[in-house]
């Protein structure tokens, strides 16, 4: 197979994960970095032999080597760069939020058709295999009729006002930083393991820190808690710290979830817990290789991930033997994997999230924020 060429826009956090990523997917070579900030770009490829690290992505846009990029900027900058790819020519996995407008969104998916060009939206947390066996689970039918689907995403890194990172800033972030960022998440695995489509909902953010200390010296995500003091400014926040929203999933399905960075010890807890007529079953981020499973007449069942124990539609989510934990990473490892491989097979049908579902969960949180300031219930359109 050919080898694949491809670039990484963004060195944060997440484009430290791409890069892992990538690195161990055989049929792809990162063959350039680009980021606004030369020296930390720099720092983190010393030693890969990268050919080319850019502080211009539009040099390897106009690079004809290049056959796919990763766009793991700020949110803000996702719309306009993943545009530009598009009408380069280069196969696209954007980082989630898609854009910061459903209108945008909307352009991004079309525009991605017209071209017939591979496109990816990085929904990532999919692809624990304890996840995709629910999702098997429930294909199968042994759930039953899905009743409930309730569950939160709780992160404590924004708890104190002192917490501070570029998500905070709508301009830079988007009107909604914790709906938009780990609401999207839960939202996008909820459909997706279910099957069902949320139909209406009703929305309540808030934001209990109106103003916040933002550090003097740009920062990375995660990294707040080691500054002192007198190392910041204090800045007004219009981005919610908090959401809860109750929904419908057609006809009967009903739920309820909460998202939230100010939650004391939660430190990246996405939990989704699923009520079927026939049984139900839970699973916890912080503790993905196990999933329970609930029955109303015999003991309650805890699995342990185990490739040769998953359902066979959940088995190629798994890469180690039982006992050895796979995790976030390792999500990211199988989304590209599948990516990639649509890229070097034209006609194949995607395996993974893409600009379409990155749409829908721009819908979904427009309904969210129209809810929330009409404080009333709004329908979801399917698309
Ligand atoms: C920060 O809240 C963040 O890094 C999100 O942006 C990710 O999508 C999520 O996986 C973990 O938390």
Redo the contacts with the bound molecule.
């Keep these: 197979m050919k080898q694949i060429k491809t670039a990484i826009f963004g060195t944060g956090?997440?484009g430290r994960v791409h890069l892992d990523a990538v690195r161990r997917l055989e049929s792809v070579d990162i063959a350039a970095i680009a980021d606004t900030n030369i020296e930390v770009a720099k720092r983190l490829t010393a030693g890969f032999s990268i050919p080319t690290v850019t502080a211009d992505y539009r040099t390897i846009l106009n690079d004809p080597a290049i056959d796919a990029v990763h766009i793991c900027t700020p949110n803000a900058q996702h719309f306009s760069i993943a545009k530009e790819a598009l009408n380069a020519g280069k196969h696209v996995a954007c980082e989630?939020p898609l854009a910061t407008t459903v209108e945008e969104a909307q352009e991004l998916v079309a525009l991605a058709a017209r071209k017939g060009l591979r496109n990816c939206v990085c929904h990532n947390?999919r692809y624990y295999p304890m996840v995709q066996h629910l999702r098997a689970m429930r294909e199968a039918g042994e759930l039953g009729e899905i009743l409930v689907v309730q569950g939160t995403y709780s992160?404590d890194?924004l708890l104190y006002d002192t917490d501070w990172n570029w998500?905070i800033d709508s301009k830079v972030g988007g009107v909604s930083r914790c709906m938009a960022?780990?609401g999207s998440?839960w939202f996008d695995m909820a459909e997706h393991v279910t099957g069902l489509r949320v139909s209406s909902l009703c929305a309540d953010l808030q934001t209990f820190h109106t103003v916040r200390k933002e550090p003097k010296h740009a920062i990375e995500?995660f990294a707040n808690k080691l500054l002192g003091p007198e190392d910041y400014i204090e800045r007004p926040v219009d981005t919610e710290d908090f959401g809860a929203v109750i929904f419908r999933m057609g006809t009967r399905a009903r739920g309820s979830v909460t998202a939230s960075?100010v939650s004391a010890g939660r430190k990246?807890r996405l939990s989704i817990e699923i009520y079927g007529t026939k049984a139900s079953a839970a699973w916890d981020q912080e503790r993905p290789n196990e999933l329970w499973v609930g029955h109303r007449e015999t003991g309650n069942q805890l699995l342990l991930k185990d490739p040769a124990l998953l359902q066979p539609a959940a088995r190629s989510y798994a890469d180690l033997p039982g006992g050895h934990t796979e995790g976030?990473d390792d999500t990211t490892k199988q989304m590209f994997r599948r990516f990639y491989a649509s890229i070097g097979a034209p006609g194949s049908s995607p395996e993974y999230p893409q600009f379409v579902d990155g749409l829908r969960q721009l819908t979904i949180l427009k309904a969210e924020l129209d809810s929330h300031r009409t404080r009333g219930w709004i329908d979801v359109p399917a698309l």
Excluded: E, V
């Design positions: 956090f997440i989630k947390l992160q890194w998500r960022d780990i998440h995500t960075q990246n976030y």
